[in-house]
């Protein structure tokens, strides 16, 4: 396994204990399809979240919370489509959300920011 997965792999395992600290059921995680990935399917208050996760070192160029594309957003709903056109019983309580997370040389999480509502975005 390349650093990069394995980096990736760790960034979203903090993301899914962030969410069960908030009380969502984590429903799925790394779905794929052809229109690309789900990282998190988060379930809470009966609405379904498809959650991005985006992790940055500190004091990198970009910051985890801006690296998110109007075209990533783009894709993950398209695959949020996907997913729904497979579970229909789902489409009228649907979300999609962005977790990024800061973290240090150590891994240590600095900071998280979570939007629940990417809608219209």
């Known amino acids: ?34 229109a690309g990935e789900i990282d998190i399917l988060a379930y809470r208050e009966e609405q379904y979240y498809f959650v991005e996760v985006r992790g940055r070192k500190i004091g990198s160029l970009v910051e985890a919370c801006e690296s998110l594309s109007f075209e990533k957003l783009e894709r993950c709903e398209l695959t949020a ?4 056109e497979k579970h229909p019983e789902i489409w009228d309580n649907w979300q ?18 979570y939007e629940e509502s990417l809608l219209g975005f």
């Open 1 to 34: 396994m390349n650093h990069r997965l394995s980096l990736g792999k760790i960034i979203e395992e903090y993301a899914v204990f962030y969410l069960i600290s908030l009380n969502y059921e984590i429903l799925a995680q790394n779905w794929h399809s052809s």
């Open 81 to 84: 489509l996907v997913y729904l």
């Open 96 to 113: 999609l959300a962005f977790l990024s997370l800061s973290y240090d040389q150590y891994l240590q999480v600095l900071s998280i920011n």
